[in-house]
C-alpha cells in the first residue's frame, strides 16, 4: 500500500518560491521512483519532475527545467520539490506521485502512477 505525507504548498506571488515536500514510508521509498505531477483547472496532468531514490537519476518536465529541482533525504524518507521562479501559470494542484509496485523512472515522468491528494500551489502576477 502507497503511503505518502505531502506538505508545502500555498500561495506566492510571481517570481517567489515555495518548496513542497513528500514523506513515505520505507517500502514505498525503497528503490523507487518519486516526484510530482500537477494538474491545474480545465487542462491536463502534466509530469513535473521524478528523482530515483536508489541511483538519485532527475527527469524534469521542459517547463520547469532551470526552475525546479527535485531532491532527496534518504535519512528521513522524503522527496523535496524546490520550486524557484514561480510564475502564474504554474499554479494547479501538486500531487506527490510514485511507482506503483517499486522501480526505476522507465519513461521518466510516465513512470509515477500512484498519488496521494494534492497540494495547492497558487502563484499570482
Not at 18 to 25: D, H, I, K, P, T
Amino acid at each position: 500500500q502507497v503511503q505518502l505525507v505531502e506538505s508545502g504548498g500555498g500561495s506566492v506571488q510571481a517570481g517567489g518560491s515555495l518548496r513542497l515536500s513528500c514523506a513515505a514510508s520505507e517500502p514505498t521509498y525503497f528503490s523507487n521512483c518519486m516526484g510530482w505531477f500537477r494538474q491545474a483547472a480545465g487542462k491536463e496532468r502534466e509530469g513535473v519532475a521524478a528523482i530515483h531514490t536508489g541511483d538519485g537519476s532527475t527527469f524534469y518536465a521542459v517547463s520547469v527545467k532551470g526552475r525546479f529541482t527535485i531532491s532527496l533525504d534518504n535519512v528521513k524518507k522524503t522527496v523535496y520539490l524546490q520550486m524557484n521562479s514561480l510564475k502564474p501559470e504554474d499554479t494547479a494542484m501538486y500531487y506527490c506521485a510514485v511507482r506503483s509496485p517499486a522501480g526505476y523512472c522507465y519513461g521518466g515522468l510516465d513512470a509515477l502512477d500512484a498519488w496521494d491528494q494534492g497540494t495547492l500551489v497558487t502563484v499570482s502576477s
